[in-house]
Nanobody, 125 residues
Framework: QVQLVESGGGLVQAGGSLRLSCAGS????????MGWFRQAPGKEREFVAT????????YIADSVKGRFTISRDNTKNTVSLQMNNLKPEDTAVYYC??????????????????WGQGTEVTVSS
């Protein structure tokens, strides 16, 4: 079946950078829009960024806009999240997800059909 695996999380000092990657099995990454979400303990899952299957549309959440960038490489079935100028508020488990939904609803986690296991990001002060 479809499988997504995130990697690249870790512990970083505030102001530092991390690059998260998501590797997809089969045609998942190439055929579907991809999103990044995050969830901190005791909080609901939060939208971070999304990119359509063609790469023609991207959207970044206001909370991370200007610091985070999403990209995809369909030849490698990978999606990446470059995170710069990290803040303690960015601490969370980060998940990648896949969906066939339209671009207009990609900020809604409910439309995503497949999810990775998550990778932890901890930003210290």
């Amino acid at each position: 079946q479809v499988q997504l695996v995130e990697s690249g999380g870790g512990l970083v000092q505030a102001g530092g950078s991390l690059r998260l990657s998501c590797a997809g099995s089969g045609r998942t990454v190439s055929r579907y829009a991809m999103g990044w979400f995050r969830q901190a303990p005791g909080k609901e899952r939060e939208f971070v960024a999304t990119v359509t299957w063609s790469g023609s549309y991207t959207y970044i959440a206001d909370s991370v806009k200007g610091r985070f960038t999403i990209s995809r490489d369909n030849t490698k079935n990978t999606v990446s999240l470059q995170m710069n100028n990290l803040k303690p508020e960015d601490t969370a488990v980060y998940y990648c997800a896949a969906t066939g939904a339209a671009p207009s609803v990609l900020q809604n986690p409910a439309v995503y059909d497949y999810w990775g296991q998550g990778t932890e990001v901890t930003v210290s002060s």
